[in-house]
Every structure is written in C-alpha cells, then in structure tokens.
C-alpha cells in the first residue's frame, strides 16, 4: 500500500511551546488529508479535513487558532498545535486519500506522540 | 448521535479459534463504505478490509472476511484461525458518501483483542 510518513514520531515539549507536525505522503499525491487524535486507550478522533490548497475545514469543538493546518503541496500538510498544555498531549495520526475517482483509498501515518509538561 | 458502535471493550480468544468482533453502524446514506483497522500497540493504524455498501458480496481478505448485513447494519469482523499476533486494538470505521473527496472516516470505539496461546 501507499507510504504516509510523520515527523517527528515523538515529541515532548514545554508548555506554553508551539510544536509543528509534518504529515508527507511519500509515493502519492494526496488531495486530502486528514488529522486525527486519539488519547490513551480512546478511538481517533477527526480533528480536521485538509485540502491541498484551500483552508481546512476542521471538526465541531476543534479550535482552529489552537491547532493550525498548512497543507500546501499535494504531498506536505502540516499541523501545528500553538501554545500547548498538558492537556494537549495525545498521540495526533495524519490520514492521506489518494486522489483515486475509482478507490478513493486512504492510508494513515504511523502517528506522533505528543506529550507537554 | 454516535454512529460506529462497537459494543465490546474487549475480548479474551484461544489461539487458533476464530473471532467475531461486532461492529453496527447508523447513517442515512445509499452510498458507503466500511472498514475495519487494527491498531497494534505501536499505534500505526493498518487497514485490514473494506466493505462498500453497493458490494453484493462479503469482503474477504485472508484471514478476516466481512460479515454485511445491510438491512441490520451490521459489520461484523470474523478472524479465522486467530494468532498471537492478532492481539491488538480493532477499529470498525465508516465513510459516507463512497466516492466523494470531501467524505471522511469516523471511527469505532474499539475492541481490544487478547489472544491466549
């Protein structure tokens, strides 16, 4: 299957901190991407829809100045998590969607670990 | 109002017997898809079978086979022969409107599957 990667894989900050998460698909292009979180031993969580090119559209109760997505090239969306808390800690997993009329496939990351002290 | 229910927080097998894992689901759409994901505890999300709403026939791939029952709305997932290596978290997902960019997946609560040698 396709390759999403993400950097770092794990992150441990300061709070009060921005941190920055890349999200690539490496042998692809994706149109969309998506961004989720899962806290332990919870499902994942959509935070956000990112197309390439456009603003994000992100989920109900997901503050858009708090997690800031960048997705400007067909292979690159970013997620930024601005002035973080402890309570933002939580493992952030990236999707990308082939832009495949016929599959539509999408394929996730291996995620990144994000804990603020 | 949820719309992926997973109904089993957990479940023990004896290796080599097969598993069911329960997965319903509730959307209002003709056009669908469902998946079903294994999450190791790594964290990486691996997609394990896919089951459009239009397919006549039960998804199967290798060792897990699609249990759709569409008047009921039911996904279930049957792991035949389960292995040590089955031990892990089970994510059943959804997508609404199949063949649209802007769909998106939502998840399950989850299963977490222990297979006892």
């Known amino acids: 299957g396709a390759v999403v990667s993400q950097h770092p894989s794990w992150v441990i900050c300061k709070s009060g901190t921005s941190v920055k998460i890349e999200c690539r698909s490496l042998d692809f292009q994706a149109t969309t991407m998506f961004w989720y979180r899962q806290f332990p031993k919870q499902s994942l969580m959509l935070m956000a829809t990112?197309?390439?090119?456009?603003?994000?559209?992100?989920e109900q109760g997901v503050e858009k100045d708090k997690f800031l997505i960048n997705h400007a090239s067909l292979t690159l969306s970013t997620l930024t998590v601005t002035s973080a808390h402890p309570e933002d800690s939580s493992f952030y997993i990236c999707?990308?969607?082939?832009?495949?009329?016929?599959?539509?496939?999408?394929?996730f990351g291996p995620g990144t670990r994000l804990t603020v002290l | 109002a949820q719309k992926i229910t997973q109904t089993q927080p957990g479940m023990f097998v004896q290796e080599k017997e097969a598993v069911t894992l329960d997965c319903t689901y509730d959307?209002?759409?003709?056009?669908?898809?469902l998946f079903w994901y294994k999450q190791p505890s790594s964290g990486e999300m691996i997609f394990l079978i896919y089951q459009g709403s239009y397919d006549e026939q039960n998804a199967t791939e290798g060792r897990y086979s699609l249990n759709f029952q569409k008047a009921r709305k039911s996904a279930n997932l049957v792991i035949s022969a389960s292995q040590l290596g089955d031990s892990a978290m089970y994510f059943c997902a959804m997508r609404e409107g199949r063949r649209s960019s802007a769909s998106k997946i939502i998840f399950g609560s989850g299963t977490r599957l222990s297979i006892r040698p």
């Open positions: 959307t209002s759409d003709q056009s669908y898809g």
């Open positions: 999707s990308a969607r082939i832009s495949s009329v016929i599959y539509n496939e999408q394929f």
């Open positions: 990112s197309n390439e090119g456009s603003k994000a559209t992100y």
